[in-house]
Structures are given as structure tokens and as C-alpha cells.
């Protein structure tokens, strides 16, 4: 495959949830692709980019309805295997690590048995090979002393670190694709730099795709190569990192002037007095 070949392409994507008062629309008509690059997500709550990342893996519990033209990755639709063929993909050639991943790992399992348990479930590794790839992928992620902290349970480490062990245990597979859904969320500065470095690192060694779901505009437009825009669902723009301060929608418009400054009075994200179905109409994908 082509370096500049997509990994992953959506088309026309629509999440759904009927509900007393009617059907709710999470996801509506979403469609975009993903190389070997760093493509950021970013939108409010609710604008539909976790449900997005869990919709293509096939991780939306019922009643919670999911269709699509069709969702390829590197020649499969997702959606027409069986479930026995997407744990094949899931968690091996496509990872994810999830909101708070810390609290994601199970409580009364060693850290390092859950990512050794992840490996041999994909490679049918011996027990001593797995501990070995698990510490080496420890010390790939930039924790000290792996060793001991194969031995620790959940509890026992802190938020940064807790993060850094959920993003070895996704990379153990050596996936092609990693989608990362708010990896940096109630982490200081400090960390939150560590654990970008670390995912820069590992997608530029490895050649994988990143698929970067976020609220923070400013930290994804620094870190990835182009971002999309989501609002009530839809995406409304689509552009390249680099050439976001152009960008024509007045919702993205309407982030970068919120934005905190040092040099500006706190500014007001206005609301914009229309719905989503305008906002189809005003949607802005750049060619990219």
C-alpha cells in the first residue's frame, strides 16, 4: 500500500437511537478518509466525534443503529463482516483507546497481564514472549522502570501514567490504525505534552494512521496534519492543520475566536441561530 493511500474510508455515516420522543441523529452523513497522518476530530460535546470513532468499529451498543455507504479499511467493509471477523480487526489492526482510559483497564488484574493478555490474544504468543514485548512496549511509552510496574494494579498509578499504559496496550498489535478519543483529557500541560510526544513518536516509527478525537481546537491544530470540524453530527469543515486560521464556517470561525488569549479580553463562542440541516447546506470541505 501507498503511503498516501487511505487506510480508512467513511462514507455517508449515520448513527441513530430511537427513544420515546423519537429518533435521535448522532452521527448524520458523515464521510471522510484517514492515511498514514494525524487526522483530528474536534467539536463540542455531543457533536458526534466518539460516537464516530466507536460507530466504525462496530461499538455501538443496541438500540443504538449504524449505517453507512460503506466504511473500507484497506479493502474490507466493516460492515458486512460477521462479528467473528471484526475481533480480528478490532483491537489488532485497528485500536482504540478509549475516554479515561485508566478506568477502562480492569481493577483487579496487574497492569502488565492486561497487556500481555491483549498481545497473545492477537498473536498467539507464548506467556514469556508476551511479558517481553508488554515490557518492551512499556519502555516504548516512556515509563520507568517497567518492571515494576507490570506487577501494579490500576489503582496504583497515576492519570499520565494510567494513559500511557491503555496507548501500550492499543500498540502492542501493531495496529495500522489507532483511534485516540480524548487521550490527553484531565492531564496538565506537562503531561499532556509527554503523551503527545509519545503518539508523534510511535505513529512516525511505525507508519500508522491516528485518528485524533478532541474539544481542545488550539492542541489538535498543533499536533495534526488536517482536522475536521463536527457540529449537531455533521461535519462541517474539513482542512489542513496548517491553514486553519482560513477557515470559511462560521461555527470553526466561531472556535478560534474563542480561543483564550493572553493579549485579548476572555472571549463568548456565539450561538449560531440556525439547525443542523443549515448547517449541511454551509458545510465547507476543503480540498486537501
Given at each position: 500500500m501507498n503511503a498516501t493511500d487511505p487506510l480508512l474510508t467513511v462514507e455517508d455515516l449515520n448513527v441513530r437511537f430511537p427513544t420515546r420522543q423519537g429518533v435521535i441523529e448522532a452521527v448524520r452523513g458523515t464521510s471522510f478518509s484517514?492515511?498514514?497522518e494525524?487526522?483530528?476530530?474536534?467539536?463540542?460535546?455531543?457533536?458526534?466525534?466518539?460516537?464516530?470513532?466507536?460507530?466504525?468499529?462496530?461499538?455501538?451498543?443496541?438500540?443504538?443503529?449504524?449505517s453507512a455507504r460503506r466504511i473500507d479499511f484497506m479493502g474490507e467493509d466493516l460492515l458486512s463482516l460477521s462479528e467473528r471477523e471484526m475481533r480480528r480487526i478490532r483491537g489488532h489492526?485497528?485500536?482504540?483507546?478509549?475516554q479515561d482510559p485508566k478506568f477502562s483497564l480492569n481493577p483487579v488484574i496487574?497492569?502488565?497481564?492486561?497487556?500481555?493478555?491483549?498481545?497473545?490474544?492477537?498473536?498467539?504468543?507464548?506467556?514469556?514472549?508476551?511479558?517481553?514485548?508488554t515490557l518492551e512496549m512499556l519502555e516504548a511509552v516512556q515509563i520507568r522502570d517497567p518492571e515494576r510496574v507490570y506487577q501494579t494494579f490500576p489503582h496504583e498509578v497515576s492519570g499520565g501514567m494510567g494513559q500511557r499504559i491503555m496507548i501500550a496496550m492499543m500498540l502492542i498489535p501493531d495496529p495500522d490504525l489507532l483511534i485516540a478519543d480524548e487521550p490527553t483529557s484531565a492531564l496538565d500541560v506537562t503531561v499532556q505534552m509527554r503523551v503527545l510526544a509519545i503518539l508523534d513518536?510511535?505513529?512516525?516509527?511505525?507508519?500508522?494512521?491516528?485518528?485524533?478525537?478532541?474539544?481542545?481546537?488550539?492542541?489538535?491544530?498543533?499536533?495534526?496534519?488536517?482536522?475536521?470540524?463536527?457540529?449537531?453530527?455533521?461535519?462541517v469543515e474539513t482542512c489542513r492543520a496548517a491553514e486553519l486560521d482560513k477557515a470559511e464556517h462560521p461555527y470553526t470561525r466561531g472556535l478560534l475566536a474563542a480561543l483564550p488569549r493572553l493579549d485579548q479580553p476572555q472571549a463568548r463562542l456565539d450561538v449560531l441561530e440556525r439547525d443542523p440541516a443549515w448547517l449541511k447546506e454551509q458545510s465547507v470541505v476543503a480540498h486537501v
Open positions: 484517514v492515511g498514514r494525524r487526522v483530528g476530530i474536534v467539536g463540542e460535546s455531543g457533536s458526534g466525534k466518539s460516537m464516530t470513532g466507536r460507530a466504525i468499529l462496530r461499538l455501538v451498543r443496541p438500540p443504538g443503529e449504524v489492526r485497528i485500536s482504540m483507546v478509549m496487574r497492569v502488565g497481564e492486561q497487556i500481555s493478555e491483549a498481545y497473545r490474544l492477537h498473536t498467539r504468543a507464548s506467556r514469556r514472549a508476551a511479558r517481553q514485548k513518536k510511535l505513529v512516525q516509527e511505525r507508519g500508522m494512521g491516528l485518528i485524533f478525537i478532541s474539544h481542545d481546537l488550539n492542541l489538535v491544530s498543533s499536533f495534526c496534519d488536517r482536522v475536521i470540524i463536527m457540529y449537531g453530527g455533521r461535519i
